[in-house]
């Protein structure tokens, strides 16, 4: 009998069945919420929170960038007049890597300290939840990757998000990034959910428009992920649907004019309603994929699903099409009168269309063909063992929609321009110009099937 027939019905019936049974269980899973503060100042009226809570001693979790930005002021002036004592660990960069954890584990140790305050983006949130569940454990956080590895909760973590992308102030999971196998590790525990969040938009109108652009469409694929996946129930539709029409709405605002406030607390509630949503139905193909090229080629995680959202969707509308077609009505680029099938492609040519309006390319220029058939493997591990999935990708299905994200080589790129009149300018400052027009012209998404598809093929 061929081996690969055996793989290919594993893959097909065996997994998604047993996917199904775990489904009924993550159903019945409990998952603590935090206590949400939002709007203006939440992160002072945070600090002073604390001071009820009788802590020995804090470690505040954050990056340079922000300690450099003054960002923390509010905070730690509020933290001094409540009598909390705190020090501040700024040593966590991008995907959180191992050694930064370690250092944080150190300095949480060394400090004696008995709580955790994470103040950045999902990198330093994921940081934090991460230090304090190895430091209690006396693990090194390989040995905690997983579900519920761990055999003690971790200190009371409390979270200031500072970027609207990752959720992370709400779910049950820590991304660590392991450069050495060039692999990311997902530590997935309900106890790492932060006591205390809050929701500042006052510290994200700094955000440059290209951060600003790829956390909200991350924060956009988790709510389309989970509203698709086959874990999906009453509560998390709600809470994606209305992720999705506000990031729809507000996320062009926010990346045409940085200081937005409504614009920005609007997106910092959407981004923690995705997170609420698919911290119980989960992820799929996207992330699945994204964490590799994360691992491997350092790509901004929102980055990475903002590129794959309209292809993977592609792939797996035939699965999901009512759902895509809800989700087309909902965000008024469907309407009623169209099929499900034309509502559910203008749903994923709307998807395409935010992320030209953004500046985010469709290809992906660090992507190599030679390490396709890896990344490729390792995304279907992830997805096909973890993640409920509309519609299964096999290695060849995978492979092929990597190599959709292939940049075209400087040669063909250099004959195009000579065959053709100028293209409009691409990049950041394009970007700024069509969302700067489009937010003038009020103008929605593109509904026209076809122009995305060309655009992003
Ligand atoms: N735990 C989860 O549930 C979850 C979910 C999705 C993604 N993630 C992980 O989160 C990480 C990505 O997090 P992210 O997208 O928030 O990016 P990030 O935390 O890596 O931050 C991106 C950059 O933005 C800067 N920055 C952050 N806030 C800023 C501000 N207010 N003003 C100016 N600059 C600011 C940071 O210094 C950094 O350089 C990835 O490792 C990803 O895998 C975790
Ligand atoms: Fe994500």
């Known amino acids: 009998m061929d081996v690969s027939l055996i793989s290919d019905m594993l893959r097909s019936v065996a997994l998604p069945g047993l996917k199904r049974a775990a489904g009924l269980v993550t159903r019945m899973l409990p998952i603590p919420q935090p206590m949400l503060l939002v709007g203006p100042g939440a992160s002072a009226r945070l600090g002073q929170a604390l001071g009820a809570f009788g802590h020995r001693r804090v470690l505040v979790v954050t990056d340079a960038t922000i300690t450099r930005l003054g960002l923390l002021a509010g905070l730690t002036d509020a933290l001094t007049a409540a009598g909390v004592e705190f020090r501040v660990f700024d040593g966590v960069t991008p995907d959180a890597p191992l050694a930064v954890v370690q250092a944080g584990i150190a300095v949480y140790e060394a400090e004696d300290c008995d709580a955790l305050l994470a103040f950045g983006g999902g990198s330093v949130m994921d940081a934090a939840k991460a230090i304090g569940l190895c430091s209690v454990n006396e693990k090194h956080p390989r040995q905690l990757a997983g579900y519920f590895r761990a055999r003690h909760a971790p200190p009371p973590i409390y979270a200031v998000p500072t970027t609207a992308g990752t959720g992370s102030e709400v779910?049950?999971?820590?991304?660590?990034?392991?450069?050495?196998?060039?692999?990311?590790?997902?530590?997935?525990?309900?106890?790492?959910?932060?006591?205390?969040?809050?929701?500042?938009?006052?510290?994200?109108?700094?955000?440059?428009?290209?951060?600003?652009?790829?956390?909200?469409?991350?924060?956009?694929?988790?709510?389309?992920?989970?509203?698709?996946?086959?874990?999906?129930?009453?509560?998390?539709?709600?809470?994606?649907?209305?992720?999705?029409?506000?990031?729809?709405?507000?996320?062009?605002?926010?990346?045409?004019?940085?200081?937005?406030?409504?614009?920005?607390?609007?997106?910092?509630?959407?981004?923690?309603?995705?997170?609420?949503?698919?911290?119980?139905?989960?992820?799929?193909?996207?992330?699945?994929?994204?964490?590799?090229?994360?691992?491997?080629?350092?790509?901004?995680?929102?980055?990475?699903?903002?590129?794959?959202?309209?292809?993977?969707?592609?792939?797996?509308?035939?699965?999901?099409?009512?759902?895509?077609?809800?989700?087309?009505?909902?965000?008024?680029?469907?309407?009623?009168?169209?099929?499900?099938?034309?509502?559910?492609?203008?749903f994923i040519d709307a998807v395409a269309a935010m992320n030209r309006m953004l500046g985010i390319p469709a290809t992906l220029e660090a992507l190599r063909e030679a390490d396709i058939p890896e990344l490729a493997a390792a995304a279907c591990h992830e997805a096909n063992f973890n993640y409920p999935v509309p519609r299964v990708m096999s290695q060849a299905q995978c492979e092929a929609l990597l190599r959709q994200l292939l940049a075209e080589p400087a040669a063909a790129r250099s004959r195009k321009k000579v065959a053709k009149p100028a293209a409009p300018p691409a990049g950041r400052a394009a970007a700024k110009t069509r969302a700067g027009t489009a937010a003038k012209a009020g103008a929605k998404p593109a509904r026209k099937r076809g122009a995305a598809r060309a655009a992003s093929a």
């Not at 050495?180 to 428009?209: F, H």
């Not at 929102?302 to 797996?316: E, M, T």
């Open 171 to 346: 779910t049950v999971v820590a991304v660590i990034g392991d450069p050495e196998r060039q692999r990311k590790l997902v530590i997935a525990d309900t106890r790492i959910v932060p006591r205390m969040a809050a929701l500042d938009p006052c510290l994200m109108t700094g955000l440059p428009p290209d951060i600003t652009a790829a956390t909200g469409m991350d924060a956009l694929t988790h709510a389309v992920e989970a509203y698709i996946g086959q874990w999906h129930t009453a509560a998390t539709d709600q809470l994606a649907l209305a992720a999705v029409a506000t990031i729809f709405k507000q996320l062009p605002r926010a990346f045409a004019d940085g200081s937005d406030l409504a614009a920005r607390e609007a997106l910092a509630l959407a981004s923690t309603y995705a997170g609420m949503a698919f911290t119980r139905a989960d992820v799929g193909n996207v992330h699945a994929i994204a964490h590799q090229l994360g691992a491997r080629y350092h790509t901004p995680h929102g980055l990475a699903n903002a590129i794959l959202l309209a292809p993977v969707l592609r792939y797996s509308a035939s699965a999901c099409e009512p759902r895509l077609a809800r989700l087309a009505l909902h965000v008024g680029v469907a309407t009623d009168d169209m099929g499900e099938v034309e509502q559910a492609e203008a």
